[in-house]
Structure formats: C-alpha cells, structure tokens
C-alpha cells in the first residue's frame, strides 16, 4: 500500500523559509512522480511542484519559481519542498501526492495527509 506523510509545516514571518518532507513508502517501482499542492482557505487546491524520482525533472507553479525548490533523496525515499521568500498568500494546507509525469497537477493518484503552514507577522 502507498503511504505518503507530509511534515515540516508551521508559523514562518514574513520572508522566512521552511522545508517540507513527503516520505514515500509502499511503491512497487522505482520511478514515481511527487507533487505538491496547496489549499488555502477558502481556495480550491492548486498544483505548486512536482519532481520525478527517476530523472529529476521538476515543474514549479509560476507563483512559487524562483522562491520553492523542490528536491528527492531516493536513498530516503523522501521528497523536499523548500520555501523561501514566503508571503502571507503562502499560508495554507500542503499536500504530496503521487502524480503522473507530464501533467503532475492534474493527474493524481495517491494523497498523503496535509501539513498546516501560516504565513504571519
């Protein structure tokens, strides 16, 4: 069975940084795709980045290039969000989940369960 575990959220200021980890356990193959999403209040849920364990191709949403850097280490099976910059837009629910390659926002498979991050002064 595919698990995936989000961890690492919390309360960051204004133009702070945080990571976030996804473990990933369960898959059968070696190459998978993670993503991650975000839901702010009153928003609906929206893609922010996607890495491939295989070759390590990554897709950022425009609102976070140049400020998330997403990473993998297979030898942990774990998957990287790094945030920095963070704005209060930032705040919300993140989510991993395993997505298809090519079209990782919108083609979901498995969910892990969300961590909260608060942007706030």
């Known amino acids: 069975e595919v698990q995936l575990q989000a961890s690492g959220g919390g309360l960051v200021q204004p133009g702070g940084s945080l990571t976030l980890s996804c473990a990933a356990s369960g898959f059968t193959f070696d190459d998978y795709t993670i993503g991650w999403f975000r839901q702010a209040p009153g928003k609906e849920r929206e893609g922010v980045s996607c890495i491939s364990r295989g070759d390590k191709t990554t897709v950022y949403a425009d609102s976070v290039k140049g400020r998330f850097t997403i990473s993998s280490d297979n030898a942990k099976n774990t998957v990287y969000l790094l945030m920095n910059s963070l704005q209060p837009e930032d705040t919300g629910i993140y989510y991993c989940?395993?997505?298809?390659?090519?079209?990782?926002?919108?083609?979901?498979?498995?969910w892990g369960q969300g961590t909260l991050v608060t942007v706030s002064s």
């Open positions: 989940a395993e997505v298809l390659k090519g079209n990782c926002f919108r083609k979901t498979f498995y």
